[in-house]
């Protein structure tokens, strides 16, 4: 029977097929992938792109490790284990990834067996014994055994190849959503560091800071006192050690704040981190140099436009899934159903199973299936359109994704180059102050110069290193822009420049309306089989 029905297919399976046409809509042109934009001198460190040989990867995916900071080391470790929102992300991906397994499942037969027994009693005065009155009150037990269940469908205008291919570009663009996650939460947790640790540094700062402040009250006081100084002077010392109390308490909170969030990153409770900052074992995050030059296929590593682009590729894929809704269907869905079945009276039933297993016990049915989208109502047209407007809008998705990614490396490395002029401004600065204390001490202790303006100068010394300290902070954390913008060292990204996609290309060959003479004829093949 099977090998009956394969033997037609030659000859009026193109016939049938054409009838079975919808009318697909032409797809106009699509949108196209942007190139990536020129950007080299701004790449460049030294302004020229012959500075140096471009570095063909960086940052390192552990780019953490380059801070030398074991504390660092070990909050980042904690949070990629317990972090909630890295979990989800994790399950998302599970997902996407069950749902390839189901759309793979389409291209494969499915096989699967069955059995059914059934006892049946029939009524003593019921139909069946008025027809035949032996049967009445009769007792009987069946049994039948579906060996093979076999459903197929013929795959002919890869419809579901291509719905295989749209759900991996799912999941691929799930596992970049991961590493854009993870990136995400290990540079919020490098910042939160950087500004704990920077702000324990000033926090030890700004309580020398009050204790300068406060002996310079006390002198101007001593002063006032002795009719050696003015009150003017004790409200200014007054003033300078309420303002430096202020920060001290400002401080404080800002660091116990950094302190809960590098916490709640971790998926633990506030007391986790009370501690972390405090005493003398800190170890603050040391500065990373970059290489002299970065090419702009470093943008490759970024997980946010390989998810992009791995989207816009899973909408082609669609716009093949519907295009095939138009065509025709064949398939065996239940089709080959071999079986074996029996039935006795119940007072016979020892005999059941030799009869089940006899090859007159045998039967089976091949029906296969044929569907014809002749007229849907405009909705195959719809879901077209909407596939395809679904694809542009991925391909314009991943343009803004790219403009924004070359914004953002461009904005991060003019960050870190001005942070790191100012630190370097700043260091020199606080040497120059240094001397000046140094003098000033001398000066002091040679009895040219009084306890007020050693207190002055280290008042302005300890500003000088406030500032340097929230500096070399800002310079870190242009460090950490910059590593997110690059990717953060993502291993599996896209190539650039990426070669453009063509889902116009797939089926395009039948965009045209159904000639009337094949609706006509629709009946014809048809015939054929209930004819035979």
């Known amino acids: 029977m099977i090998r009956w029905f394969l033997s037609l297919v030659p000859g ?68 990629l284990k317990q972090n909630p929102g890295l979990k989800k992300a994790y399950a998302r991906l599970g997902e996407a990834d069950s749902l390839a397994q189901v759309e793979g499942a389409r291209l494969l037969p499915w096989l699967d067996a069955d059995n059914t027994f059934r006892q049946l009693r029939y009524a003593k005065h019921g139909v069946v014994a008025s ?83 406060r002996e310079s009250l006390q002198v101007a006081q001593t002063r006032f006192h002795t009719g050696l100084g003015a009150a003017d002077a004790v409200m200014q010392a007054n003033l300078e050690l309420e303002n430096a109390i202020r920060i001290e308490a400002a401080t404080r909170a800002l660091l116990i704040m950094q302190q809960n969030l590098l916490a709640r990153l971790m998926g633990e409770g506030p007391d986790a981190t009370q501690n972390l900052f405090a005493g003398e074992r800190v170890i603050f995050p040391a500065m990373i140099s970059l290489p002299e030059h970065l090419p702009i296929e470093l943008l490759a590593h970024r997980p946010d436009l390989a998810a992009a682009m791995h989207r816009a590729e899973s909408a082609a894929e669609q716009i093949h899934v519907a295009k095939a809704q138009f065509l025709p269907s064949v398939d065996l869905t239940a089709a080959t159903m071999g079986g074996l079945e029996a039935s006795v009276f119940t007072k016979n039933i020892g005999s059941l199973f030799g009869l089940l297993f006899r090859g007159s016990a045998l039967n089976y049915v091949v029906a296969p299936g044929i569907h014809l989208p002749l007229f849907e109502g405009g909705r195959l047209r719809g879901q077209l359109t909407a596939n395809r407007s679904l694809y542009d809008e991925a391909v314009e998705v991943y343009n803004d994704a790219l403009l924004h990614a070359v914004q953002e490396v461009a904005d991060s490395l003019t960050n870190w180059k001005q942070t790191r002029a100012i630190v370097k401004a700043r260091s020199s600065l606080l040497n120059s102050t240094r001397g000046e204390v140094n003098l000033t001490q001398v000066r002091q202790r040679s009895g040219l110069n009084d306890r007020r303006e050693i207190l002055t100068i280290q008042h302005g010394f300890l500003d000088e290193e406030y500032a340097l300290k929230a500096s070399e902070a800002d310079h870190l954390l242009a460090t950490v822009d910059l590593i997110q913008a690059l990717g953060g060292g993502y291993a599996n990204g896209i190539d650039l420049p990426r070669p453009q996609l063509a889902p116009e290309e797939a089926l395009s060959g039948l965009e045209t309306q159904t000639p009337a003479w094949a609706l006509e004829n629709v009946a014809s093949p048809l015939s054929l089989l209930f004819r035979n």
């Open 12 to 79: 009026f399976g193109v016939p049938l097929l054409l009838a079975g046409c919808a009318s697909m809509p032409s797809g106009g042109e699509r949108a196209e992938f942007l190139d990536p934009p020129s950007m080299e001198l701004t790449l460049s460190k030294a302004g020229r792109q012959e500075a140096a040989a471009p570095v063909k990867a960086w940052p390192d995916e552990q780019w953490w490790w380059q801070f030398k900071s074991p504390d660092l080391d070990r909050i980042v470790e904690v949070a």
């Open 131 to 213: 027809y035949n009155p032996a049967l009445g009150g009769a007792e009987k037990t069946s049994d039948t055994l579906n060996a093979i269940s076999l459903r197929y469908e013929f795959d002919f205008w890869g419809k579901n190849r291509a719905a295989l291919e749209a759900a991996l570009g799912e999941a691929a663009a799930e596992e970049a959503e991961l590493a854009e996650a993870r990136l995400l939460l290990t540079t919020a947790i490098a910042r939160a560091y950087i500004r704990g640790a920077t702000l324990a540094q000033q926090l030890g700062l700004v309580q020398h800071t009050v204790k300068v402040a």
